[in-house]
């Protein structure tokens, strides 16, 4: 390969370290071109996935700032930059390998970290953003309609209650008791009858006063009366 050749991969493949924020290291060693083509499209189309040259890629990710990949290149190597979910492009790449052994997950690197074979296969066993960001929704809703439930459903009984009560009135017609009287009302009757109250009250008593007086004047006519004669 010319020199200007190298020196345009090495500046291709430093691109791709510095676009993606993961990338897996595999060795493609046996596999058809039928079967890669295969791979590259189970990845979609925020993955790349590239056969690279070894002493290219060490010139590269260390002008990338990407440190500890010299001893996994090793052998024919074949890189996946990930620019979209790390999580769907790691299931991606462990169940192509599930299915074809010979695809054989190196490690690879995250967000500056390097992970081992070990790190891929858990990183692929998590759960994908998407079905996370579904989930998350579906707990939102879950909760709003919740939120929408035990707000309607004050509403909706006093509506049941009210109703209720309408049609409860409506029913009784003329029988139904009449309003109460307004406060006001009320107030004006009890200080305006209590005068008559007061006064059906004293009656008996002047009465019985009266009475006595005309006793008292009875029994003493007779004694004045004697008295007179004598």
């Known amino acids: ?10 500046a291709e493949i430093t691109e791709e370290f510095r676009a993606s924020n993961a990338a897996v290291l595999t060795e493609y060693r046996g596999l058809t071109v039928g079967q890669l083509k295969q791979l590259r499209r189970s990845l979609g189309e925020d993955t790349t996935y590239a056969v690279v040259k070894n002493t290219l890629t060490k010139i590269a990710a260390k002008d990338a700032g ?3 990949f010299d001893d996994l290149l090793v052998g024919p190597t074949a890189i996946a930059f990930i620019k979209g979910d790390a999580v769907a ?45 579904s989930k998350i929704a579906g707990a939102a809703n879950a909760t709003l309609a919740k939120a929408a439930a035990l707000f309607q459903a004050p509403l909706s009984q006093a509506a049941r209650t009210i109703a ?17 009287a307004p406060v ?9 009858e ?11 008593q002047e009465e019985a006063v009266e009475a006595s007086a005309e006793a008292v004047e009875a029994e003493a006519a007779p004694a004045a009366e004697e008295s007179t004669e004598g």
């Open 1 to 10: 390969m010319a020199r200007a050749d190298k020196a345009a991969a090495v």
């Open 66 to 68: 990407v440190v500890g």
């Open 89 to 133: 492009a790691a299931k991606g790449i462990d169940t192509f390998a599930k299915e074809n052994p010979m695809l054989v997950i190196k490690g690879g690197m995250m967000d500056g970290k390097i992970l081992t074979a070990d790190d891929i296969k858990k990183l692929a066993k998590l759960e994908s953003r998407e079905v996370l960001l």
């Open 164 to 180: 209720a009560l309408e049609a409860k009135g409506g029913a009784a017609g003329e029988t139904a008791a009449p309003a109460p």
């Open 184 to 192: 006001a009302e009320v107030v004006e009757e009890v200080v305006t």
């Open 194 to 204: 209590a005068p008559a109250e007061e006064a059906v009250a004293e009656a008996p």
